[in-house]
């Protein structure tokens, strides 16, 4: 098993920054790939960005230029580093984990872009 705990969000305004990190415990010698998935009210939850434990990066198109993911700590933690907000990136971000059997999901942390 591997616990996923969020930290990092909370209010800014359009074009401001946010840091979110992700800190994982338990069994993550079986993690594969961690990932930012997002889901904002009314819409079904979506890929944001995510990274193996090679260090390759995906990300969606619509955040591609402007939020970076990034693992410290090889498979410990994983961190969004969010540039450049728009109120369209308003949404509740899971921090999500992937072994070869299962996946993992943190309890999600909000993020809300509004002047």
């Known amino acids: 098993q591997v616990q996923l705990v969020e930290s990092g969000g909370g209010l800014v305004q359009p074009g401001g920054s946010l840091r979110l990190s992700c800190a994982a415990s338990g069994t993550i010698f079986s993690i594969l790939n961690m990932a930012w998935y997002r889901q904002a009210p009314g819409k079904e939850r979506e890929l944001v960005a995510s990274?193996?434990?090679?260090?390759?990066?995906n990300y969606a198109d619509s955040v591609k230029g402007r939020f970076t993911i990034s693992r410290a700590n090889a498979r410990i933690s994983v961190d969004l580093q969010m540039d450049s907000l728009k109120a369209e990136d308003t949404a509740v971000y899971y921090c999500n984990a992937r072994s070869r059997t299962a996946q993992y999901w943190g309890k999600g942390t909000l993020v809300t872009v509004s002047s």
């Open positions: 990274i193996t434990n090679a260090g390759t990066t």
